[in-house]
């Protein structure tokens, strides 16, 4: 029978050595966790929050996500589009998502700030009105994805191409237009 967690505060334990309790855990607090290779598979995180924790290659499959909140997080790795998709909402500061996938995710309005996106996977995402806040996004793949209203003015790296993507009304900084031409092998003089 799973388990109820509410409003419960978990501190500096390591779950790679001992199992993640499955169950729901609503308005719960992580902080330094590791989680690294942990199976959190059908888990329901509800408003909850992580801290400084490592959730590198934790397995997500039919995971809920739910108003979750991700602070100074280490995620290497992670298949958010394994997690469960029905009103999934997430939010990143400072975290290191490098090489994550968020293959067919709907990522409305979803802030990622101050994080890097090395290599993540945003094919097909719905990333309308989302917030890309000083982010690095180096190998970061936008294959018809819809990025409608995001903006992007603060972040770095980014190589989109306009044809294969919806970006109406997104928002680019001057230097960051030219992350929107790499396809074209252009030598773009932005010192001037």
Partial sequence: MD???IKETFDKLDFTSSPFAIGDY???????CDFSGTDLSEINFLACKFFS?????????????????????????????NCNKFAMSVGFENCILNHSSFYQTKLKMTVFKKSFLHEVDFTQCDLTAAVF?????????FDNTIIEKADFQT???YSIDPELNKIKKAK?????????LN???LDINTDI
């Fill in 183 to 185: 396809k074209y092998d």
């Fill in 53 to 81: 924790c490592n959730l590198s290659l934790a397995g997500l499959h039919k995971t809920v996500l739910r108003e979750v909140q991700f602070k100074d997080c280490k995620m290497l790795g992670l298949r958010f589009d």
């Fill in 133 to 141: 806040d000083l982010c690095d996004l180096a190998g970061a793949t």
């Fill in 26 to 32: 609503e308005n719960c607090t992580f902080t330094n």
């Fill in 172 to 180: 680019f900084s001057l230097t960051g237009v030219v992350g929107l």
């Fill in 3 to 5: 388990q109820t967690f």
């Fill in 155 to 157: 972040s770095v790296n």
